[in-house]
């Protein structure tokens, strides 16, 4: 399963980053989408998340910064992070939770998690 899965990159202190995660559409359930980041050293964190009913979670570390939504395919999350700091530099993954998908046999398959392969993200001075 590819998660379709775009932004990071090189961003300034103080800027802001806007990244985007598409899940392919033969999964029709989930519990929840969302970003987590792992920065060199540590373990992975969440960024933010959004449940299948809508409840956002965001991490610690990021709380009153970002924000997630939802595009009107449920499958795809648009989290937003503000105020950036050089903490915020790490490898960002996407994440779909507990995903039931429909195979090319029309089997429902439930899987723990998907992640994305990830994209580094360097917030720079």
């Known amino acids: 399963v590819q998660l379709q899965a775009s932004g990071g990159g090189l961003v300034q202190a103080g800027g802001s980053l806007r990244l985007s995660c598409a899940a392919p559409r033969n999964i029709f359930q989930f519990d929840s989408m969302g970003w987590y980041r792992q920065a060199s050293g540590k373990q992975r964190e969440l960024v933010a998340s959004?449940?299948?009913?809508?409840?956002?979670n965001y991490g610690d570390s990021v709380k009153g910064r970002a924000t997630i939504s939802r595009g009107n395919a449920k499958n795809t999350v648009y989290p937003q992070m503000n105020s950036l700091k050089f903490e915020d530099t790490g490898v960002y993954f996407c994440?779909?939770?507990?995903?039931?998908?429909?195979?090319?046999?029309?089997?429902?398959?439930?899987?723990?998690?998907?992640w994305g392969q990830g994209t580094q993200v360097t917030v720079s001075s």
């Open positions: 959004i449940t299948s009913g809508g409840t956002t």
């Open positions: 994440n779909v939770d507990k995903p039931v998908e429909i195979n090319p046999s029309g089997e429902y398959v439930a899987s723990r998690a998907y």
